[in-house]
């Protein structure tokens, strides 16, 4: 792993009592450490994951909005002050690639592709994304472009539910292609939602609940057992889900 851990300095943290300090995750945070090549944090919506991951991104270099460590460019501050209180721990030798990728900013990383390309000085960017602007492509094929031309192996990827954009046979064959860099030296940290991408054989997953971090077992996450129990018992789930509601009077 090329980061081993990461902590928050709480002697350094001004208050716990505004965002996003007040959030449960972060009031009760000290450190998580990376045991395993492939790091899952899991969780509801809202109980901070997203928040987490986009701190440890920002600590370790990463540019706000997403994509490499040598993008800097601002669309719009909306990124929390949590990053200016992580200590980074890291293992030697450094990655020799990098990528924060974030499903809701995407699209601004892809401009700046594009605007950097038009401005000229080299080759274009746009060739370490299988030779075709971003913005040409769908919203799946453009994610599905960066993990399989962009990552390059020897890697620290931090990757914000790249699910979003990918259907199921996408998230299976992105499986596939995350094994191949691991095998080629990479880490990767995920926020996600996809019982699909959870299933990684051996990976560590994080889950947030009522603000601790505890590692579990996919088979005790809420998303693989509802997606579990649907599947198995869809129509006795969706009598339930969809019956009308009694009226009075």
Do not use: C
């Amino acid at each position: 792993m090329y980061v081993s851990q990461i902590s928050l300095n709480r002697d350094q943290v001004p208050s716990f009592h505004s965002y996003p300090f007040d959030l449960e995750v972060v009031r009760s945070f000290t450190t998580l450490k990376f045991q395993q090549p492939v790091t899952f944090l899991v969780g509801e919506n809202g109980t901070g994951k997203s928040t987490l991951l986009e701190a440890m991104a920002i600590a370790m270099g990463f540019n706000p909005e997403g994509g490499s460590l040598n993008m800097r460019f601002q669309t719009e501050s909306s990124h929390s002050e949590l990053y200016q209180y992580m200590r980074v721990g890291r293992k030697a030798p450094y990655a020799k690639d990098g990528f924060f990728l974030r499903a809701e900013s995407y699209y601004n990383v892809a401009s700046y592709i594009d605007q950097l390309d038009r401005e000229g000085g080299g080759m274009p960017l746009r060739f370490s994304y299988g030779g075709k602007s971003l913005h040409e492509q769908s919203h799946g094929e453009a994610f599905w472009s960066t993990f399989l031309h962009r990552f390059r192996g020897n890697g620290l990827y931090l990757l914000d539910e790249p699910e979003a954009a990918l259907s199921p046979l996408r998230q299976m064959s992105f499986l596939t292609r995350m094994h191949q860099l691991v095998k080629d030296n990479s880490q990767f940290i995920i926020a996600t939602h996809s019982p699909i991408l959870m299933s990684y054989p051996d990976a560590d997953i994080i889950m947030l609940d009522r603000g601790e971090l505890r590692k579990v077992a996919l088979e005790e996450t809420d998303h693989f057992a509802i997606t579990h129990s649907f599947m198995t018992g869809r129509e006795r789930m969706l009598r339930e889900l969809l019956q009308d509601e009694e009226v009075d009077g």
